[in-house]
């Protein structure tokens, strides 16, 4: 299959929806401060229910990128930079998943090691997210490549 030229609109429009969704989640985290103490059938916290719908997104921007592809990155990188862009996108995708799953198991299940591996994917997922970030802002405003029209950003 040859690779596609930019992402679809659908993969354009899933990309941000779950950055504002993840953005949210964080900006709403303290509401899982006292977890531990919630009834087991208290209704999920906002928190929560952000976490489950990024996490039902990802597997479909995961499918997505699996039948569609994405556009291959800039001719003039080096070959360093195009593996580890590659490798970023596919830890982005891990992280975005796996991020909500250990929350979902420390909330349902009580399960404290859950609730500490969920800190610790966060981290990484913020961590890895402003990785992307400073690379995408790299190619945009230094290289000025047009990367970002990709992903429905104009060049400038």
């Keep these: 299959m040859p690779r596609p030229t930019s992402y679809s609109r659908l993969q354009v429009i899933l990309h941000w929806l779950v950055v504002i969704l993840i953005?949210?989640?964080?900006?709403?985290?303290?509401?899982?401060?006292?977890?531990?103490?919630?009834?087991?059938?208290?209704?999920?916290?906002?928190?929560?229910i952000l976490g489950l719908t990024v996490f039902f997104l990802m597997l479909a921007r995961l499918v997505l990128r699996l039948f569609h592809g994405a556009p291959p990155p800039p001719e003039?990188?080096?070959?360093?930079?195009?593996?580890?862009?590659?490798?970023t996108h596919w830890?982005?995708?891990?992280?975005?998943?796996?991020?909500?799953?250990?929350?979902?198991?420390?909330f349902y299940l009580r399960w404290e090691e859950a609730a500490d591996v969920h800190e610790l994917?966060?981290?990484?997922l913020l961590l890895t997210a402003a990785a992307h970030t400073a690379a995408a802002?790299?190619?945009?405003?230094i290289l000025r490549d047009g990367l970002l029209a990709r992903m429905g950003l104009r060049r400038g």
């Design 76 to 87: 003039a990188d080096p070959a360093w930079q195009k593996r580890v862009a590659e490798a």
């Design 137 to 141: 802002l790299y190619h945009q405003f």
């Design 91 to 106: 830890a982005l995708y891990a992280l975005a998943i796996a991020t909500p799953w250990s929350g979902g198991f420390a």
């Design 23 to 48: 953005i949210a989640a964080f900006l709403l985290s303290d509401q899982m401060d006292d977890w531990e103490d919630m009834p087991a059938d208290a209704a999920l916290p906002l928190h929560g």
């Design 121 to 124: 994917l966060k981290t990484l």
